[in-house]
């Protein structure tokens, strides 16, 4: 775990995303939602009923329409594993343009990358489900990566 980490965090998050100058400037809440915004919520989960069973089909769809996708994993995640993922992206069957190769950050193992035609799956190490939080300077280059349509530094 890394050091910057703060296991207040959530709450932190919480207290945050839910002042309504903050919710004002991110354009959210707009309908006044009459419960608070919670970083995992159950809200969500038990409400929502049209996802998908599978992103799959929907993957195909916008790669056909030219969009480029990259699908990111902490390779410490339990509740989404790296394995789950890539048997996930090998079932969308797309050609490999760039093999499974390390990706670098200040000469070491920031992760992992496989680049396939529409897609890029991208593995961040040491980060669990929430990248970014676990992992904010690697997330950064793969999001910086991702913003300039390059992969990932070898």
């Given amino acids: 775990m890394s050091r910057s980490y ?3 965090i959530e709450r932190y998050s ?3 995303f839910n002042l309504p100058e903050v919710q004002k ?3 959210a809440n707009v309908t006044g939602i009459p419960y608070p915004w919670e970083t995992c919520s159950d ?3 038990e409400y929502w009923a049209d996802s998908p069973l599978s992103m799959l089909p929907v993957y195909h769809e916008l790669i056909a ?3 480029k996708i990259w699908v990111f994993s902490g390779d410490t995640d339990w509740v989404v594993p790296v394995t789950a993922t890539r048997y996930s992206v090998d ?3 797309l050609p490999t343009v760039i093999t499974w190769y390390p ?3 200040n000469g070491k193992v920031g992760g992992w990358s496989e ?3 529409g897609l890029t799956l991208v593995t961040v190490t040491g980060a669990g489900h929430e990248v970014p939080l676990h992992r904010p300077r690697q997330a950064y280059i793969l999001f910086r990566s991702f913003l300039e349509n390059k992969p990932m530094p070898r």
């Fill in 14 to 16: 919480n207290m945050y």
């Fill in 25 to 27: 400037a991110l354009h």
């Fill in 65 to 67: 329409a030219g969009f």
């Fill in 6 to 8: 703060d296991p207040c």
């Fill in 103 to 105: 990706w670098y950050d």
């Fill in 43 to 45: 809200i969500v989960g």
């Fill in 115 to 117: 680049v396939y035609k």
């Fill in 91 to 93: 079932a969308l069957k």
